[in-house]
């Protein structure tokens, strides 16, 4: 009796070690330390599941996929950095444009300036140009004429005109060393006239306008 009593749980032990050898082996497998699926695929088929082998294994997707989001997010993280940075400049351009565009129109607006005061000053200096001809021809044609005659012409303008025609007739008089006609012609107007003429004349005033 004690032998047969042994054997069965002799039997019974040698059923527990292969149980716990197998259950090993699966967990191992399942922690990925060994691959022992396709060893047991036949008792998978038996009982009708099929065995997930490492190439389908339920980590590896799930951790793909976390991978590449992570890879998108910088990506796109990265993208919207170089768009601010873009956007910086564009911005940054557009004022330097506008300041450009300002001190452009202040240029345009001295240049203008300028330009008129150019043309105004040339305007004077032909108007002078012009006066100085004409008192000059009207000296030399005064000189050429019977000095009443020449007086009553000069009754006829302006003090200020008066004044410039006689200086004129003195300085070409002077240069050409010969008497001028000035204080003749003054002598032959009428005293009141001739003496306020005199006078304008000693204080030699820029001009009466």
Do not use: C
Request: aromatic share 6%.
């Amino acid at each position: 009796m004690a032998k047969p009593k042994a054997l069965g749980k002799s039997i019974v032990l040698l059923f527990l070690i292969i149980i716990l050898v197998l259950a090993g082996l699966l967990w191992f497998d399942y922690l990925g330390v060994i691959h022992v699926k396709q060893f047991f695929s036949p008792v998978y088929k038996i009982l009708g599941r099929e065995p997930q082998t490492s190439t389908t294994a339920t980590y590896t997707k799930p951790i793909t996929a976390d991978l590449d989001q992570d890879r998108l997010d910088k990506q796109r993280e990265s993208l919207d950095l170089y768009k601010e940075e873009l956007d910086k400049r564009e911005s940054d351009i557009a004022e330097t444009e506008k300041q450009n565009e300002q001190i452009a129109q202040e240029l345009a607006e001295r240049q203008k300036s300028q330009d008129e005061r150019e043309k105004t000053f040339n305007k004077t200096v032909k108007k002078y140009d012009d006066r100085e001809v004409n008192i000059e021809q009207i000296a030399s044609n005064l000189q050429g004429m019977p000095p009443q005659k020449a007086a009553d012409i000069l009754l006829a303008m302006d003090d200020q005109m008066v004044i410039d025609v006689l200086r004129k007739t003195d300085e070409t008089a002077a240069a050409a060393g010969a008497s001028s006609m000035t204080a003749y012609w003054l002598s032959l107007m009428p005293a009141a006239r001739a003496a306020e003429i005199q006078r304008k004349m000693a204080s030699k005033p820029a001009s009466l306008d």
